[in-house]
């Protein structure tokens, strides 16, 4: 029987390597043409690699959590009739996260683009689950199950292991029903093996939470000092920092250890603007939109961005270059179950506040449900992020490299306000912007956020400004 290498195929747009998130089959398995192998994660996107070949797999070539470079071979399959060559490269397809043959609780989002994808050759078979193994209870015990996100997060609010629940659904899913059954039982909960990801809230400042995600981008990396490890004690799991979780993990280093971080933090009273967007949440209702304070917000920075443009700005270390953006593209820092995602609002300041709200409300959802596209990921110039009703008195946001500035939105609290000679209730939210001291001053940073401020502050001159 002959035997066919397949290689790691080039995905384009600049991928040169891809770290293997998890393998669907393993040396012995028999697999169909086009069923789903192997589980890829690169800078640009987690995307589903299927069989070339219908075949027996003879050897996997790399293990989980391994970077391995675009040529290498991924798996040897023995296959029928004459010896085949190795796999030539496969370009990208459309993504397609949302298909029902795939599991939507595997969806995998980041703010670049991290989204699953199918290559053209590479079906989409549902993978089969993992052999359940024994456990302490009734026995059963599945490593890896099968679920939505809306059905893992109903498990940790039900405080029920997922791995535990017997699963009813098609293709061996668990669904809310399996998990409530489980939980109506009252069976013992264990502490999931992993910590779980904030939900997504985008739409109203004062009562959601949005984090942040660097943006993976610049391909000069600084590595931190390397640390002791931590000695093993009894009682204790330990979690392999692999995927999504690995990429969060180094771009947040990045970030930190390349650009020279400052934070300065103001108030803002917002009482002219929630008197505005009191005013005009009818009309966007009738216009089909929910309408919260975010879009405000973005149009203000877009508006200070204009007036301090070098903080429209990206930097490539690699060149020592800073690049200047004429356009004003908009990252909506955001946490889903499948990680941290920063969609972008495409050419804010050409949009109305309805359009920029309709934008968000659109990647809220698609954020949601694991269905981000390239196009709405990665390529910004400058990133809000809200901490929302969480976000305490305030936060130092790290900025998204290879950005030069963040701004962090707080809650908007009623607070004692001074107006003339007078001590008046008025709506207040603390804001802080971060900036990378290697190419914006302090006193161009503090202009900056007075220039939002500001115009959050006087929202009549900041519909003036509007184009």
Not at 400 to 405: D, F, K, L, Q, T
Request: proline residues 8%; neutral net charge; hydrophobic residues 40%.
């Amino acid at each position: 029987m002959a035997t066919y290498e397949f290689k790691l195929p080039d995905i384009g747009e600049g991928v040169t390597e891809g770290e293997i998130v998890s393998w669907l089959v393993k040396a012995g398995d028999q697999v169909r043409e086009d069923q789903e192998m192997v589980e890829v994660m690169t800078d640009k996107a987690t995307v589903t690699i299927g069989a070339p070949k219908a075949g027996r797999v003879a050897e996997l070539r790399a293990k989980e959590g391994e970077v391995v470079a675009v040529g290498k071979v991924l798996v040897v399959l023995e296959v029928g009739g004459a010896a085949g060559a190795s796999a030539a490269p496969v370009p990208a397809t459309t993504a397609s996260a949302g298909a029902p043959e795939k599991p939507p609780g595997e969806v995998v989002a980041s703010a670049v683009g991290d989204i699953r994808e199918s290559l053209p050759g590479m079906g989409s078979p549902r993978p089969r689950p993992p052999a359940p193994v024994a456990s302490a209870d009734d026995g059963y015990r599945n490593e890896k199950p099968l679920a939505a996100p809306a059905t893992r997060k109903l498990a940790r609010e039900l405080g029920v292991p997922i791995e535990r629940v017997r699963p009813t659904g098609e293709g061996g899913r668990v669904t809310r029903e399996d998990v409530e059954r489980f939980a109506a039982r009252g069976a013992q909960a264990v502490i999931p093996t992993a910590p779980p990801a904030p939900t997504i809230a985008m739409a109203d400042t004062r009562h959601e939470a949005i984090t942040v995600r660097p943006e993976p981008e610049a391909p000069s990396v600084v590595s931190a000092p390397a640390a002791a490890p931590v000695p093993a004690r009894p009682r204790e799991q330990r979690v392999p920092i692999r995927g999504l979780r690995k990429r969060i993990f180094e771009n947040m280093a990045r970030s930190k250890h390349t650009a020279a971080h400052f934070t300065y933090v103001d108030e803002c009273d917002c009482t002219g603007l929630v008197a505005l967007r009191d005013r005009s949440k009818q009309h966007a209702e009738r216009a089909g939109v929910k309408l919260s304070y975010l879009p405000f917000i973005v149009k203000a920075a877009v508006a200070a961005l204009r007036q301090h443009p070098a903080l429209n700005c990206l930097v490539d270390d690699a060149k020592q270059e800073l690049v200047l953006r004429s356009s004003y593209d908009i990252g909506i820092a955001a946490a889903t179950d499948a990680g941290l995602t920063v969609p972008v609002v495409r050419d804010a300041d050409r949009k109305s506040v309805l359009d920029v709200a309709r934008d968000i409300d659109r990647l809220a959802a698609l954020a949601r449900d694991g269905k981000l596209g390239k196009e709405d990921l990665g390529g910004s110039s400058f990133t809000i992020t809200s901490l929302g009703k969480l976000g305490g008195l305030f936060a130092t946001p790290i900025v998204n490299y290879p950005e030069v500035a963040i701004l962090g939105v707080h809650e908007m609290k009623r607070r004692p306000v001074v107006r003339g000679d007078q001590i008046v209730p008025g709506d207040v939210m603390l804001l802080s912007l971060s900036f990378d001291h290697r190419v914006i001053d302090g006193h161009i940073g503090a202009a900056f956020a007075r220039t939002i401020i500001d115009l959050l502050e006087s929202p009549d001159r900041l519909l003036i400004e509007m184009t």
